[in-house]
């Protein structure tokens, strides 16, 4: 008789678990803010957003970005635009403005009309390529 009390605990721990899970993650999301084109020019001028492992784009005090990419190295220009982060990146893919939004060192590019955003992490950028 005992083991159906066993099971049904396991049951509650587990749907418990799940709970705490889903209202961590929704408390990590919340911590993401919004930046202002004051903000955006104050993080992101002299910085790196890159995915730690296979592209990095250093935005340049200049309007600069250098992206490096799967060992492909471009240029380009990068700009504010009211509170719009902008990237020209000439004729290779990836240009356009995004909203900035910053949680810790995580960023997300959320580009309107795009339902997933460019994720990654900011950093000073490191001087091994």
Request: one cysteine or more; hydrophobic letters at 35%.
């Amino acid at each position: 008789m005992k083991q159906p009390a066993t099971r049904t605990m396991f049951m509650i721990v587990a749907v418990g678990a799940m709970g705490a899970l889903a209202v961590s993650n929704a408390v990590a999301a919340e911590k993401f803010q919004k930046l202002s084109g004051t903000q955006i020019r104050a993080k992101l001028a002299g910085m790196e957003i890159s995915d730690e492992v296979h592209w990095g784009d250093v935005y340049g005090r200049n309007g600069t970005v250098t992206t490096y990419s799967m060992g492909h190295k471009s240029t380009g220009k990068w700009s504010v635009r009211k509170d719009e982060f902008c990237i020209d990146r000439g004729q290779e893919p990836g240009g356009g403005c995004y909203e900035v939004w910053l949680s810790g060192n995580r960023v997300e590019l959320r580009q309107q009309g795009i339902e997933l955003p460019l994720e990654g992490v900011l950093a000073k950028p490191t001087d091994t390529r």
